[in-house]
């Protein structure tokens, strides 16, 4: 069995945390793009995850194991490396939590607590592994993992044409997460609420922009856009993801353009969330 997850991008969020990692999580919104990791379950003769042929995670891994009684060793690729934000952890985490299916009878939906659980104790995420298992453009209105949290999700009406790029430069989360202050997360908040009221896929970009503007720097992104900026519909970044919502006859020329810059892909809004496919 391959477990497919797309990749997600958040535009707003503010962390809700209690005093048990079930409950624990964000309120926001993001994107989920036709960008994948796979997962297939190698042995379980031990505990770990191996991403594009590299062992990460080795404490979120562990975790893991321990709460479902079981050792999983799963090898996992993907288009875009950890630490970007693009929900990579979540992925890694998700493929193995999920890959317990294959060994242990369970609900779909509890398979993926041990992986959210991992993500808050270790920081690294708190509505990654809900917002990818469900796909689409997200609103995450109560946090937890799927079965406990809860999404609602906004209906694109139409093909919306995305290119992400891999800015340059690296932050983990958690040092990104210590950067941002109450007033920014109140306007989050607020930002959500709004979301919630108008649910569009232009309110989301524009609300995203808004937030993250707070966080990270526009300056160099602004100027480097500035020649297409009237072909694009919306744009966000997001650590070093930088989601943009183009023009469709303008897609390939704007592609062209970041490509030169940047590691950049073409692609478009994942409407199914997780999926498991039987590989030929």
């Known amino acids: 069995m391959l477990i497919k997850i797309p990749l997600h991008i958040s535009g707003l969020w503010y962390p809700i945390i209690t005093n048990n990692p079930l409950t624990t999580g964000s309120i926001g919104a993001g994107i989920n793009i036709a960008l994948y990791l796979t997962a297939k ?4 003769e031990k505990c770990g995850i191996i991403l594009n042929n590299e062992e990460v995670l080795k404490d979120h891994s562990q975790t893991i194991c321990g709460k479902l ?12 490396s ?45 509505g990654d592994v809900i917002a990818e298992f469900y796909g689409g453009v997200e609103i995450r209105v109560k946090p937890g993992p799927p079965g406990i949290g809860v999404v609602e999700h906004i209906y694109p009406g139409r093909k919306i044409d995305l290119i992400v790029s891999i ?39 524009e609300k995203a922009r808004i937030f993250t503007s707070k966080i990270f720097s526009y300056d160099s992104i602004d100027e480097l856009l500035s020649p297409y900026r009237s072909k694009i519909i919306g744009y966000f970044r997001k650590k070093q993801a930088l989601t943009l ?36």
């Open 41 to 44: 379950l190698r042995n379980t």
């Open 69 to 80: 009684g079981a050792n999983l060793y799963v090898d996992e690729k993907s288009p875009i």
């Open 82 to 126: 950890l630490g970007y934000g693009f929900g990579v952890s979540a992925a890694c985490l998700l493929g193995l939590s999920l890959s317990s299916l294959l060994i242990k009878n369970n609900t779909i939906e509890k398979a993926t607590w041990p992986a959210h659980i991992a993500e808050v104790i270790y920081n690294t995420g708190y």
């Open 167 to 205: 800015l340059p430069g690296r932050e983990d989360t958690p040092k990104m997460l210590k950067r941002i202050s109450r007033e920014t997360y109140d306007l989050a908040k607020k930002l959500v609420e709004e979301l919630l009221e108008k649910p569009s896929v232009e309110e989301f970009f």
């Open 245 to 280: 919502w183009v023009e469709k006859e303008w897609l390939d020329e704007i592609y062209s353009y970041l490509n030169k810059y940047f590691l950049t892909f073409k692609t478009w809004i994942d409407m199914y969330g997780v999926r498991f496919e039987n590989p030929p």
